[in-house]
T-cell receptor, first 115, second 115 residues
Framework: GAVVSQHPSRVICKSGTSVKIECRSLDFQATTMFWYRQFPKQSLMLMATSNEGSKATYEQGVEKDKFLINHASLTLSTLTVTSAHPEDSSFYIC???????????FGSGTQLSVL | QQQVKQSPQSLIVQKGGISIINCAYE??????FPWYQQFPGKGPALLIAIRPDVSEKKEGRFTISFNKSAKQFSLHIMDSQPGDSATYFCAASRDRGSTLGRLYFGRGTQLTVWP
């Protein structure tokens, strides 16, 4: 099946620093990618939708200046958590859609811990 | 507001038994209803999905039952095995081309299958 690679799998950073998370579709071109966050033992909450070459669409309540999303190519989307604070500590997961009305595949997630 | 409500929060089943997880949704525009399995520290993996034009879909030991009028759908896991112990999420989205991945997740069910 299609593979979505997410890197890093785990990152620890100091408060105030920025962290970049990469999401790559390894064997297909992703027309659309999605970013979610998940707190411990909680559900996945959609943060934003990104399409290659255009600005991301953020869900209500998600700070676009805090969570910068770049979808520079059909195989790569990045999420940058700017000026991270302890409350940003969470599990971040991306997913990629193979095409119009096509399948969706999830990455393995990134555990962010902000000290 | 929780767009998809899931129950129970936790479920303990004996090996060989049937695990049943229920979900309900409010938005009648939803037309894609997947179930995901998630192990600790991993991204969710698609188990099975259904669209409203059918009332039931079966894949191996997994069956989705869908009741459009009641706006409810459920996952049945037959012959439950210890390896099925994981967190299960139901979700819903509008399948309009690139919006398949704009998923709204239930809160999850922690399934434990004991030998």
């Amino acid at each position: 099946g299609a593979v979505v690679s997410q890197h890093p799998s785990r990152v620890i950073c100091k408060s105030g620093t920025s962290v970049k998370i990469e999401c790559r579709s390894l064997d297909f071109q992703a027309t659309t990618m999605f970013w979610y966050r998940q707190f411990p033992k909680q559900s996945l909450m959609l943060m934003a939708t990104s399409n290659e070459g255009s600005k991301a669409t953020y869900e209500q309540g998600v700070e676009k200046d805090k969570f910068l999303i770049n979808h520079a190519s059909l195989t790569l989307s990045t999420l940058t958590v700017t000026s991270a604070h302890p409350e940003d500590s969470s599990f971040y997961i991306c997913s990629a859609q193979t095409g119009y009305n096509e399948k969706l595949f999830f990455g393995s997630g990134t555990q962010l811990s902000v000290l | 507001q929780q767009q998809v409500k899931q129950s129970p929060q936790s479920l303990i089943v004996q090996k060989g038994g049937i695990s049943i997880i229920n979900c309900a949704y409010e938005n009648t525009a939803f037309d894609y209803f997947p179930w995901y399995q998630q192990f600790p520290g991993k991204g969710p993996a698609l188990l099975i999905a259904i669209r409203p034009d059918v009332s039931e879909k079966k894949e191996g030991r997994f069956t989705i039952s869908f009741n459009k009028s009641a706006k409810q759908f459920s996952l049945h896991i037959m012959d439950s095995q210890p390896g099925d112990s994981a967190t299960y999420f139901c979700a819903a989205s509008r399948d309009r081309g690139s919006t398949l991945g704009r998923l709204y997740f239930g809160r999850g069910t922690q399934l434990t299958v004991w030998p």
